[in-house]
């Protein structure tokens, strides 16, 4: 469902929104970036998804979800692709942290973090060895993946009032 974003600014996880562009809060899924510019494997790769709010990341009461990505997708695209509604707050691009999560296995087959990641991701709350933005964890192996969503990530998009 659509909502129109307030009048004046927002801020949200540590971003100024100004009324001069959409707030990502009311982008939908549909906004995503998607790496469809290279090629995607088959779907043969093992995902398990553990969610720590299963409630507000699919409407169910489901914990552990496994599904099956393709090399050359991101966790974030098999997730969104599954029903699993990661926060991504900037459409994927690397500019947010609320697609934060912990790659419990198979951190060597995902591809590694680049620098901009790197910087990005220590501002999600919750640090571990394990953290990743799940929009820029590709797939390049044959799994399997073990991913937790930690469910701060909902809680840490409310708008504060500017
Ligand atoms: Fe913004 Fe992943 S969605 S960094």
Redesign the pocket.
Known sequence: MYVPAPVGAVRRVGIVYDGTRPN?RWLSPMH?KRSDDHHHGPPIVPITFHLEDPEGLTGTEKKEWTVMGGEGESL?EVAIDNGIN???????????????VYVERGMDQVTEATES?ED??EEAPGLRRSSR????CEIKGTGPIVVRVPAWNRNAVKEIPH
């Open positions: 990502p995503l974030l990661i926060e991504h707050a900037c459409g994927g691009v690397c500019a947010c942290s609320t697609c934060h990641e990005r991701v933005l799940s929009c820029q």
